[in-house]
């Protein structure tokens, strides 16, 4: 089977060894990141979906939240490991921070009591959507990333290092960067496992 489509969201895959040298410039990443964010359907057209793409310094900032605050929960014997994963983010090119904007979710709730219980189920479904949007993108761009979820242990400190809204929910971190060393084999499960047709 050919098709474009599924041949672009299956170069998709998580990349861990991340570098520096990207083909994009940063601000050709923060357009990408954008449209492709713009373009992610989601429930009632609500757009709850929120980004902050972080470069440099502040990519730096975000891995070193990260790990001071693990450093304190993380028991010491195991620390070097979690270091070293968290250095291997660090490593990349920058950070997408993704956030659901929960003002969004409780008008609708309000708007639509019916469906009042199912608006942060959908919220969801509209952060994987523009996830998956997002990290297929830069898959196109060869520019490798994995997806990562530091909240809530880090919302707080994210929040306030980058005056971000309250009622942004951090939902996911997507650390970029050039692909250094490529993801291995993916093995699938069979289709007659996942599947089921019916005519």
Do not use: C
Request: charged share 20%.
């Amino acid at each position: 089977m050919s098709n474009a489509f599924i041949d672009a969201i299956a170069e998709r895959r998580s990349i861990y060894a991340l570098g520096k040298n990207v083909s994009l410039s940063s601000d050709a990443i923060t357009a990408l990141v954008k449209e492709a964010v713009k373009h992610s359907p989601s429930s009632f057209n609500s757009q709850s979906s929120r980004v902050v793409v972080l470069f440099g310094h502040a990519h730096e900032t975000l891995w070193d939240i990260v790990k001071s605050t693990l450093k304190k929960i993380v028991p010491a014997e195991a620390f070097g490991a979690t270091e070293n994963k968290l250095s291997s983010f660090a490593a990349g090119a920058g950070t997408i921070l993704f956030f659901e904007d929960t003002t969004v979710i409780d008008e609708l709730q309000k708007q639509f009591a019916a469906y009042a219980d199912n608006f942060p189920i959908w919220s969801e479904h509209s952060t994987g959507i523009a996830q998956f949007a997002v990290w297929s993108a830069l898959a196109q761009e060869k520019i490798g990333a994995s997806l990562q979820h530091y909240n809530p242990l880090i919302d707080d400190e994210v929040k306030a290092t980058w005056h971000l809204p309250a009622s942004w929910k951090l939902r996911a971190q997507m650390p970029f960067g050039s692909i250094e060393n490529p993801a291995g084999e993916k093995t699938y499960i069979s289709d007659e496992t996942r599947f089921k047709v019916f005519k």
